[in-house]
């Protein structure tokens, strides 16, 4: 849309950049403010601000117009991040649910997933009637749900959004990241993991219209790449117990993926991308499980914060870049240079992986499954006491010898 509204790469990332650390800037004031007054008010005003955003859009499908949209979007972002989180905890205190807050939240994520799906599917058959007409049946969509948080009941107040505090514990969590090589490593690691997978999908769009594809065709891919995403997330933790090393392999898989796509640059490829939007997933999911399990759990909402700000730096720089380099080049060179940025990092980790002591237990080879590897290691194990009772039996012996 942004393309054929006659944006230029520069200023469609700009105005991605502008979403993006609007919603950061108002992080913590929209947590100061969602702690003190309703939070079902709080979300209708987020929505609000939302659907100001696309009114900006269909009456002024400009540079300016899509900038100050991105502008409402980047508000209500931050005034829903924790805020819907912490209203749900609330509804489920006063009915004695609390216990069952993470199966109601990932049920609310699925939904989102299978939401956006069923969005693109119904954006490929409307975008026949033009963006206009687009735009207005997503500010009716909006209005019908700003419409039922407001008749939701008010429920008691128990659960902070916690992000009133989230720049002193920033600073801790710089402090405390920094003192462990291994937790800092890791953070880096999935910060750009999930500035590279949440970023530059975002151009995912501007692919298909490069290499061809209607407008209807972008619509169904959008959708099959949140599909894609939805059932990444649910069997990511099978693959839980691979090594780093193994996923370091993948991350330099996913960098050829893009880069074969990139070069090649026909409709079909798409395809290799949903394939890239898969195996991100598994990263992301996966790697937040790790970063977490190495974590102290007195340190771990400070240097969740650092993760956090790490990643914004990267979705950031990924925005910029790949606007400055389609408005000097082309996309298509955008796309190779982060392709190759992609299978550096890759490489670089899984170089400095090797020869490496593992600071926790060792983790299956990719091959190997988990339960028959703990079948092996208890055999070593085994194995190895039995020697050292040998050994220690003939010490004993050889100093009897020798005493006599």
Not at 292 to 300: C, D, E, F, K, S
Request: with cysteine; proline share 2%.
């Amino acid at each position: 849309m942004f393309i054929d509204y006659g944006l230029s790469g520069l200023q469609i990332s700009i105005i991605l950049a502008v979403w993006s650390i609007t919603a950061f800037i108002l992080e913590v004031p929209s947590g100061v403010i969602a702690d003190k007054y309703s939070r079902k008010h709080i979300l209708f005003f987020a929505q609000i601000a939302r659907i100001v955003g696309y009114a900006c859009w269909l009456v002024f499908p400009s540079f300016y117009g899509f900038l100050i949209g991105f502008i409402f979007w980047g508000i209500k972002s931050a005034f829903t991040s924790g805020t819907f989180e912490a209203l749900v905890f609330d509804e489920l205190k006063q009915a004695n649910k609390d216990s069952e807050y993470t199966k109601v939240i990932g049920r609310a994520k699925s939904l989102a997933f299978v939401a956006i799906l069923l969005a693109s599917l119904g954006a490929s058959i409307a975008i026949h009637f033009g963006y206009s007409f687009v735009l207005a049946i997503s500010l009716i969509s909006l209005v019908i749900s700003s419409m039922s948080i407001i008749v939701l009941p008010k429920a008691k107040r128990f659960e902070s959004t916690h992000e009133k505090e989230y720049f002193s514990r920033m600073k801790q969590g710089f402090s405390d990241s920094v003192k462990n090589p291994l937790i800092f490593k890791l953070i880096i690691f999935i910060s750009i993991a999930l500035a590279l997978g949440g970023a530059i999908d975002e151009y995912w769009s501007i692919f298909g219209e490069q290499v061809g594809l209607a407008k209807y065709a972008i619509a169904i891919f959008i959708g099959a790449s949140s599909a894609i995403q939805a059932i990444a997330s649910a069997i990511a933790y099978k693959f839980s117990n691979f090594s780093n090393r193994t996923f370091y392999i993948v991350f330099v898989l996913n960098g050829v993926l893009l880069l074969t796509a990139s070069l090649i640059f026909k409709p079909a490829t798409v395809l290799l991308l949903l394939v890239f939007s898969f195996f991100f997933k598994i990263i992301d999911v996966v790697f937040e499980g790790k970063i977490q399990n190495v974590i102290p759990t007195a340190q771990r909402a400070t240097i969740s914060s650092v993760k956090g700000f790490f990643t914004e730096i990267g979705v950031t720089a990924i925005y910029f870049g790949v606007g400055s380099l389609a408005s000097l080049y082309s996309y298509q060179k955008s796309f190779l240079l982060f392709s190759w940025l992609t299978i550096f990092v890759g490489v670089v980790y899984f170089l400095f992986s090797l020869g490496r002591a593992k600071i926790h237990s060792p983790q299956p080879p990719f091959f190997l499954p988990a339960r028959a590897f703990r079948i092996v290691c208890a055999a070593r194990r085994a194995a190895s006491c039995q020697f050292s009772r040998v050994s220690d039996k003939m010490s004993s012996s050889q100093t009897v010898k020798t005493h006599r």
